[in-house]
């Protein structure tokens, strides 16, 4: 009967990449004298470190991307009918210190909850500034009615 040999199982040592036992991390020319070898959970704790630092980084950089922007005030300064719906005017302030443009709901207020909502990209409002502009939208009809419009804000 012929023996099949067992190999051991390896895995890279972390500094130049030979073939270490499975329970050690340097190879015995990486570490010479035998130094303690770091433990799992230190190196867990390390990269958990790591990410935690880098989601409160990404946070910060998201805050200061939106600083000075909004909140935003709308109103509807006109309806018109145009082709299959209405032409609409919006007047929008930006209250902040820093340029920015914002998304906007228009809806009938009359008819709250068999009316569609549109929702419209509004250009660049510069800071503490009032910006007229017009949309087309459809859903509301051919006749023109009472429109509300509320804008998010950062």
């Known amino acids: 009967m012929i023996e099949t040999p067992t190999r051991e199982l390896t895995h890279a040592c972390v500094r130049c990449g030979r073939p270490v036992a499975l329970d050690v991390a340097l190879c015995e020319e990486c570490n010479p004298l035998g130094l303690a070898q770091p433990a799992a959970s230190q190196v867990h704790g390390t990269v958990v470190l790591g990410i935690i630092a880098f989601v409160v980084f990404l946070a910060v950089v998201a805050k ?63 800071g503490g500034a009032t910006l007229t502009f017009d949309r087309q939208v459809v859903g509301f009809g051919i006749v023109p009615v009472v429109l509300d419009v509320t804008c998010a804000s950062p």
Do not use: E, K, M
Not at 82 to 102: E, H, K, M, V, W
């Open 64 to 126: 200061l991307s939106v600083a000075g922007i909004g909140p935003y005030s709308a109103r509807v300064v006109n309806a018109v009918a145009a082709g299959d719906g209405l032409a609409i005017t919006i007047s929008i302030t930006n209250a902040g210190t820093a340029g920015g443009s914002t998304t906007c709901s228009v809806r009938d207020p009359d008819h709250p909850f068999d009316r569609p909502t549109v929702r419209i990209q509004t250009p660049q409002v510069a």
